[in-house]
């Protein structure tokens, strides 16, 4: 009894660091909101997919959960629309959007990050700057020029506009200036050369931030829509999203579950990739904060 009491006082500061019990309560259920408002759309999509004929989606008589669940809906949208070419047109993208991010992310981050060159704070501003304008506002002069390169209707059109983006450098930049400058001193007195620090120095240590990079331009070319739906044209080089947008169409005979399937297989890939690398995603999101 005796023994009990102190041990309790010692386990009193380490409750009381994390809040009285109401707000603890006050915490927890503001994220469970936040969560519903996440996750339950997507949740939502998925139930709505495995519906049967006969269950409504919509309306007075609609359940949450499907009472006779079947995957009639996913059969539904490969039997409907090329499913693979479209998959095979969206990862074309994405792999060709990591590469040149990935080569000029870092090699410009890299760049801003040394000091003593001039006009290195002006181009930092020039990216900073850019970052303010929506793509709303460019994407006319972007289409004019991609039709002046003859890209229209083609996956070289859907990549070039985003083949570099400020925030990565800037990204890039933030995470290279967290590498310490002695160690590049000491790797300069044995020998290293500029490549040599970039290479098996600077890059090793960015590895969180390469990975958020990575990840970024992974959703960003594969979520996008409007940009494809204006430069393409024919069926054969349609991404996944802007093909299972025709599921919407009425020469389907629109089908609310067919569609909700649509959304659920585009939205696999991006969660198969984000469980995988989330942890090195929280990592490079604080080691590559952009420092002035």
């Known amino acids: 009894m005796t023994t009990a ?53 919509f309306g007075a008589d609609a359940t949450l959960l499907p009472r006779h669940p079947t995957l009639r809906a996913y059969r539904e949208v490969f039997d409907q ?14 792999v060709l959007s990591i590469t040149s991010q990935l080569v000029f992310s870092t090699t410009a981050g890299y ?40 890209l229209v209707d083609s996956l070289a059109g859907v990549w070039l506009p985003g ?3 400020a925030i990565n450098v800037l990204l890039m930049r933030g995470a290279f ?29 960015a590895w969180g931030a390469i990975m958020v990079v990575v990840i970024n331009t992974f959703i960003s070319a594969w979520d996008d829509f409007l940009w494809p739906l204006i430069v393409l044209r024919s069926e054969n080089h349609m ?32 969660l198969v990739l984000f469980v995988i690398t989330q942890r090195w995603f929280y990592k490079g999101v604080s080691a590559g904060a952009v420092k002035l």
């Open 163 to 165: 083949f570099v983006g």
């Open 239 to 270: 991404t996944l999203t802007l093909g299972l947008s025709r599921l919407q169409s009425s020469s389907f005979g629109y089908d609310q579950r067919v569609v909700m399937a649509g959304s659920v297989i585009s939205v696999i890939p991006v």
């Open 177 to 205: 200036l967290a590498v310490p400058r002695e160690i590049e001193d000491s790797a300069m007195l044995d020998g290293a050369g500029e490549w040599q620090r970039f290479r098996y120095l600077y890059l090793p240590s």
């Open 111 to 150: 760049m801003l990050s040394k000091p003593g060159w001039k006009g290195r704070r002006a181009v930092w501003v020039v990216l900073v700057a850019s970052m303010m304008f929506p793509f709303e506002s460019i994407m006319v002069s972007l289409f004019l020029s991609i039709r002046d390169l003859g």
């Open 81 to 94: 629309v090329p499913v693979a070419t479209y998959i095979r047109n969206s990862l074309t993208v994405v």
């Open 5 to 57: 009491v102190p041990r309790a006082r010692r386990l009193l500061p380490r409750w009381r660091q994390y809040g009285r019990p109401r707000e603890l309560v006050v915490r927890y259920l503001l994220l469970l909101l936040v969560l519903g408002l996440t996750v339950g759309p997507l949740l939502w999509q998925l139930l709505a997919s495995l519906k049967s004929t006969g269950e409504d989606v």
